[in-house]
């Protein structure tokens, strides 16, 4: 194990134990060197890496503290990885994805307030107006996260956004297919929306997972060679 390696392990152990718990600021530098045995600059590296993950914060002037440790926070970290996957990969989290998406939309059909339906059908507008695929994406993404957000579970919510971050690198509607594919998920947007709206959770959630399922099989089908920013189908 080399030396920042053993750093990054006996700091995430001093964390996950509560000995050094969420919001509390870490010891000075040279008593964890002595502690853990590494030098200030494997230290260093150490700290950094689980800054990254959004699990320690270093702050400009007042020290290094452990971050709130939300769960939501942690997984959004997942996305340096996630984002890593090549589509075969990625076609394998959309098992996941299917379940999580119709279980959110289930909540979302229970607890939607009328601000929240009036908001995902003005989305719906917005995404049958465009021919900008980069916008349709974006609305794409502002649609799945409203429902994810009505679900009532900002953990799940979070969870979500880094799957369909990944997703959205593939264009399929700037395909030739495209306008045809863009028409198909916005009809399953409306079916989603309307589910939700009727307070039905049975048909929400069967929805939410035929709309997931059916950009699974376009990926599977049309599997693009080059990945771009934007554009594709959420």
Same mark, same amino acid.
């Given at each position: 194990?080399?030396?920042?390696?053993?750093?990054?392990?006996?700091?995430?152990?001093?964390?996950?134990?509560?000995?050094?718990?969420?919001?509390?600021?870490?010891?000075?530098?040279?008593?964890?060197?002595?502690?853990?045995?590494?030098?200030?600059?494997?230290?260093?590296?150490?700290?950094?890496?689980?800054?990254?993950?959004?699990?320690?914060?270093?702050?400009?002037?007042?020290?290094?503290?452990?971050?709130?440790?939300?769960?939501?926070?942690?997984?959004?970290?997942?996305?340096?990885?996630?984002?890593?996957?090549?589509?075969?990969?990625?076609?394998?989290?959309?098992?996941?994805?299917?379940?999580?998406?119709?279980?959110? #939309? &289930?909540? %979302? @059909?229970?607890?939607?307030?009328?601000? *929240?339906?009036?908001? /995902?059908?003005? $989305?719906?507008?917005a995404m049958e107006a465009t021919d900008d695929p980069a916008e349709a994406?974006?609305?794409?993404?502002?649609?799945?996260?409203?429902?994810?957000?009505?679900?009532?579970?900002?953990?799940?919510?979070?969870?979500?956004?880094?799957?369909?971050?990944?997703?959205?690198?593939?264009?399929?509607?700037?395909?030739?297919?495209?306008?045809?594919?863009?028409?198909?998920?916005?009809?399953?947007?409306?079916?989603?929306?309307?589910?939700?709206?009727?307070?039905?959770?049975?048909? #929400? &959630?069967? %929805? @939410?997972?035929?709309?997931?399922?059916? *950009?699974?099989?376009? /990926?599977?089908? $049309?599997?693009?060679?080059?990945?771009?920013?934007?554009?594709?189908?959420?």
């Open positions: 194990m080399s030396a920042v390696d053993k750093a990054f392990h006996g700091l995430r152990h001093m964390i996950a134990t509560g000995r050094l718990a969420a919001g509390e600021r870490i010891p000075p530098e040279a008593d964890l060197c002595e502690e853990l045995g590494v030098s200030r600059g494997s230290l260093r590296e150490a700290v950094r890496m689980l800054a990254a993950l959004g699990v320690i914060e270093p702050r400009h002037g007042s020290g290094t503290y452990v971050s709130q440790l939300r769960p939501e926070d942690l997984i959004g970290s997942l996305s340096l990885t996630l984002q890593l996957l090549p589509l075969p990969g990625l076609l394998e989290v959309y098992e996941i994805r299917r379940v999580l998406e119709a279980h959110v #939309a &289930a909540k %979302a @059909a229970a607890r939607a307030t009328p601000g *929240t339906i009036e908001t /995902l059908f003005s $989305l719906i507008e994406s974006e609305l794409d993404h502002r649609f799945h996260a409203e429902i994810a957000r009505a679900g009532g579970n900002p953990t799940l919510a979070s969870l979500l956004a880094v799957f369909r971050a990944r997703s959205r690198k593939y264009q399929v509607f700037t395909l030739p297919e495209g306008p045809e594919l863009r028409a198909k998920s916005d009809a399953d947007h409306r079916v989603l929306a309307t589910a939700i709206a009727d307070r039905d959770p049975g048909a #929400a &959630a069967g %929805a @939410a997972e035929a709309h997931v399922a059916q *950009t699974e099989r376009w /990926l599977r089908a $049309l599997m693009p060679p080059v990945e771009e920013e934007d554009g594709s189908a959420g």
